[in-house]
């Protein structure tokens, strides 16, 4: 008898328990195991996500070529290349160029020798500007380099023109027209006329004291006056002083 009683309230206890999990939810209606396990199943909904804005098309850029020259041997010449859009803009040092179906030319003027740069700009309505460089150097041409070997050898005998009558001054006392005529002479130096004024016009001389030098030589080869060592200094035929220098050298030498 005790063993039925305590099997049935275990039966109670089990009903209860299945009563509890399976029965209906007071407010819903349904039944509260279905719901739990409806709640722990359920997918949860997206959250909402802003719309992302359109990316803008990027602009097309515009292409720019240079096609030369790279060299030159005169100072004009005509710088040429290509374009696309064939309808761009172009321009060099902020000057428009001319652009003909797609192909442009501009003439250029070469400051200096060797390289000139020059900077070329394409612009279009609704495209990116392009730039680019075009470098020409400027090259020596045939008469030109003639004309710099001839320059350098007239400096050269320039030069040693100056140092002939350099050294013809370490020798003897002259005066600046003795010393050209000495430096032209066929029987001297033999240096053409030209060659000759730029050596007396740039030799380190003071004519003053070379005339003293001269009229003590002359006083030590012969006793002269004063008036005929003024002449014997001025005379074309002697050494060719000016008027002025001769008075001062005898002024000094009396």
Request: aromatic share 8%; proline share 5%; net charge positive.
């Amino acid at each position: 008898m005790k063993a039925l009683l305590k099997w049935g309230l275990a039966g109670l206890v089990c009903l209860g328990i299945l009563g509890a999990v399976f029965g209906e939810d007071e407010q819903t209606g349904e039944p509260q195991g279905a719901a739990a396990v409806s709640a722990a199943t359920a997918t949860p909904e997206p959250e909402s996500v802003a719309s992302a804005e359109p990316t803008p098309t990027p602009k097309p850029q515009v292409s720019i070529s240079v096609t030369g020259p790279s060299s030159a041997r005169r100072d004009n010449v005509t710088l040429r290349g290509t374009v696309d859009p064939a309808n761009a803009r172009v321009r060099i040092k902020g000057k428009s160029v001319k652009v003909r179906r797609g192909k442009w030319t501009a003439p250029i003027t070469l400051s200096k020798r060797g390289e000139n740069s020059f900077r070329v700009v394409a612009t279009r309505k609704g495209f990116v500007k392009a730039t680019e460089t075009a470098v020409i150097t400027r090259k020596l041409s045939t008469a030109e380099k003639a004309a710099a070997r001839r320059e350098k050898a007239r400096r050269r005998a320039m030069r040693r023109a100056l140092e002939s009558a350099e050294s013809y001054l370490e020798t003897m006392p002259f005066s600046k027209q003795g010393l050209y005529e000495q430096l032209t002479s066929e029987y001297g130096a033999g240096f053409t006329a030209a060659e000759a004024q730029y050596a007396v016009d740039h030799v380190k001389a003071d004519w003053k004291r070379e005339a003293v030098e001269a009229a003590e030589s002359y006083l030590e080869t012969m006793p002269m006056s004063r008036q005929a060592l003024i002449e014997q200094l001025t005379s074309e035929y002697g050494s060719g002083f000016t008027y002025d220098q001769a008075v001062y050298a005898v002024d000094k030498v009396y």
